[in-house]
C-alpha cells in the first residue's frame, strides 16, 4: 500500500512526547512490512533538521491566506523511510513547536501544504495517516476543497488520537483565512466545539476511521469521565474507532545496544546495569550507595501525570530511604515543587528540569524502579522502556498502562511490576512500599525483571494491526478483524 504519515513531530527530527516515537517508528515498521511509506512533518530551526536533508528541485504552491505561498520542500532518504519536510520559516523558525499565539495558522498551513505535496509527488495514496489536532483539519479540506480532486479519489484517511485532551481551538472567525467553508462550523457533522471551533473535532468527525494508542484508552475516550466532552461524538462513531497499542523501536531503547548508557546488558547478563545506576547517580551529584533503591521518572510536568499523587507522599517515599531522579519539564507549579524536593534532600533526590534524551536512557537504564501514576495514559512509552530496561515500572492502571503492565504476584512470580487503581496518593505509597518489599528479596526482584525484560512490544504487531486496518478501509479482505 501507499501511505502517507503526516505528524508535527517525528523522532530523530523533533520531539516533545510520544507523538514523535510513535511517528518515527511505525513507518519503519510499515516499511518492513512490504509497504510503501512516506512521512511529512514541518522543517522546524533544528539542529537535527537543519543537517539532514537535501532540497528538492520545485518548489511548492500552496493556497492560503486569500492567496498562494510558495514554499520550498526538503527530503532526507538516508533512514527506511524518506523524511519530507514543508519549508515555511515564518511559521516553523520558532523557539517552541507548539504554544504560540498563531498555532492554528501554523499547522492548517502545514496541513494544507501536506495534500499539496501528495499532490504534486504525482502518486495516488491508498492512506493518508494524520495525528493529532494539528493534522486534524487535513480530513476537512479533503472533504471540503478537495471533495472530487481526482487525486485523491481513492484515498482514505485515518486519524490517529495521541491525546484528546489537546482540541485545538481557534475562532470561526479564522475560517475563510485557512481556505475552509464557514458551513463547517457547526455542532452536528461539523468542527463546533462549545463556541469554538476544534481541529481536533476535525479530525474525528471528518476522517475515515479514527485510531487511538491502546485499546482501553479506546475506550476510556468513550466515557464521561475520559472523553474530554468529545465521548459523544467517539461514541457515535464507535464502529469506525479503533484502539491499537503503541511498540517500542528497539532499535532505540535497547539496553544491549543504547550508545548513551555506561554499560551494555541483557537478560543474560544483567552486571552492566549496577555501572548504569552508578553512572545516573553521579550524573545527578548523588552519593553512591549502590544498594539503595533508585526511583526514576521522566515524564512532561503535567497535571496528566499524576504529581498530585506524588508530591503528596513524596516525604515519606524518601523516608524509606529511597533515592529519587527526576527528569521533566513542564508546568512551572510542578518545576518549582520539585526542586524544593530536591532542595531539601539533596542526598537523596536529583532533578532535571529540561529535555535530555541522552538522559532518559541513563534514567531507564541506572534506575531500579519507574514511577508512571498518571491520572490518565493514551498508552505511554516509558513504562514499555522501562521493561526493556530492567527497571521495574510502578504504574495506576490507566490507559495504556493498564493494557501494558500486570501487576506482579509473589507466589507465583507472575507479573512484570507494579499496578494500583484508585488516585489516591496513599494507594500510590501503598505500591511503593509493596515494591521496596519485593526489592529487599533479591531472588524475587530477579525474577521480577526479567519478566519484564522478556516482553515484546515491538512495532511489528503493532504495525500489523494498522495495515488490517488500512486494508479495512480501501475496501482489500473486507472480513479482516481489527
Ligand atoms: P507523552 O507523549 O504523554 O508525553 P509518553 O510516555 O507516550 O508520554 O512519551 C513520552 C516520551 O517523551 C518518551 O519517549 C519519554 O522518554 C520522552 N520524554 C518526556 N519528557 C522528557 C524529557 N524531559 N527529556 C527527555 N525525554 C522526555
Redesign the pocket.
Known amino acids: 500500500m501507499n501511505i502517507l504519515l503526516a505528524a508535527s513531530e517525528v523522532v530523530p527530527y523533533a520531539?516533545?512526547?510520544?507523538?514523535?516515537?510513535v511517528a518515527g517508528a511505525l513507518p519503519k515498521a510499515l516499511a518492513r512490512l512490504g509497504h510503501n511509506v512516506r512521512v511529512v512533518m514541518p522543517r522546524y530551526k533544528l539542529e537535527k533538521i537543519e543537517a539532514s536533508g537535501e532540497r528538492l528541485p520545485d518548489d511548492l504552491a500552496v493556497p492560503f491566506n486569500f492567496g498562494e505561498r510558495r514554499v520550498a520542500v526538503y527530503v532526507d532518504r538516508s533512514g527506511e523511510v524518506p523524511v519530507y519536510f514543508i519549508d515555511a520559516p515564518e511559521y516553523f523558525s520558532r523557539a517552541k513547536l507548539y504554544g504560540e499565539s498563531d498555532d492554528i495558522e501554523r499547522f492548517a498551513f502545514f496541513s494544507r501544504a501536506v495534500l499539496e505535496f501528495a499532490k504534486a509527488l504525482g502518486e495516488r495514496f491508498d492512506i493518508i495517516h494524520l495525528n493529532d489536532w494539528m493534522t486534524g483539519l487535513i480530513p476537512a479540506y479533503l472533504k471540503t476543497v478537495y471533495a472530487g480532486d481526482p487525486a485523491f479519489a481513492t484515498t482514505r484517511t485515518l486519524f490517529a488520537v495521541?491525546?484528546i485532551a489537546f482540541p485545538g481551538l481557534f475562532s470561526p472567525d479564522q475560517l475563510p483565512k485557512l481556505g475552509l467553508p464557514g458551513w463547517i462550523y457547526r455542532p452536528e457533522g461539523g468542527i463546533e466545539f462549545y463556541n469554538l471551533a476544534s481541529a481536533l473535532k476535525s479530525g474525528l468527525v471528518f476522517s475515515d476511521a479514527i485510531s487511538t494508542v491502546s485499546p482501553r484508552y479506546a475506550a476510556e475516550i468513550q466515557t464521561h469521565e475520559f472523553g474530554e466532552k468529545f465521548d459523544g461524538l467517539l461514541r457515535a462513531r464507535q464502529i469506525d474507532l479503533f484502539g491499537i497499542l503503541?511498540g517500542v523501536d528497539y532499535d532505540e531503547w535497547n539496553p544491549a545496544t543504547d550508545r548513551y548508557i555506561a554499560a551494555p546488558y541483557s537478560i543474560s547478563d544483567l552486571s552492566g546495569k549496577r555501572e548504569c545506576k552508578r553512572d545516573l547517580l553521579r550524573a545527578f551529584g548523588l552519593p553512591e550507595e549502590m544498594d539503595r533503591p533508585l526511583i526514576g521518572c521522566?515524564?512532561?510536568l503535567s497535571n496528566?501525570?499524576g504529581f498530585d499523587l506524588i508530591l503528596p507522599i513524596a516525604s515519606q517515599m524518601l523516608e524509606r530511604g529511597v533515592n529519587f531522579v527526576l527528569?521533566?519539564?513542564g508546568e512551572e507549579i510542578y518545576e518549582r515543587a520539585f526542586q524544593a524536593l530536591r532542595d531539601s534532600r539533596r542526598s537523596q533526590v536529583g532533578v532535571y528540569l529540561?529535555?535530555?534524551?541522552e538522559?532518559?536512557h541513563k534514567i531507564e537504564a541506572g534506575a531500579d524502579m519507574f514511577l508512571m501514576p498518571s491520572r490518565f495514559?493514551?498508552?505511554?512509552?516509558?513504562?514499555m522502556?522501562s521493561l526493556k530496561y530492567g527497571t521495574v515500572p510502578i504504574v495506576r492502571a490507566a490507559g495504556g498502562l493498564d493494557d501494558t503492565i500486570e501487576n506482579f504476584d509473589r507466589a507465583t512470580l507472575r507479573g512484570t511490576g507494579f499496578k494500583f487503581m484508585e488516585y489516591d496518593p496513599a494507594r500510590l505509597l501503598a505500591k511503593i512500599h509493596e515494591a521496596l518489599t519485593i526489592f529487599d528479596e533479591p531472588d524475587q526482584w530477579r525474577a521480577l525483571m526479567l519478566n519484564g525484560m522478556r516482553a515484546d512490544f515491538s512495532w511489528d504487531a503493532s504495525a500489523r494491526h494498522y495495515v488490517e486496518l488500512y486494508q479495512r478501509l480501501v475496501g482489500v479482505g473486507a472480513s479482516a478483524t481489527v
Open positions: 520531539k516533545t512526547g510520544g507523538l514523535a516515537d495521541h491525546n503503541n521522566i515524564s512532561r496528566q501525570k527528569l521533566g519539564s529540561g529535555f535530555s534524551n538522559l532518559a495514559e493514551p498508552c505511554g512509552l516509558n513504562q522502556y
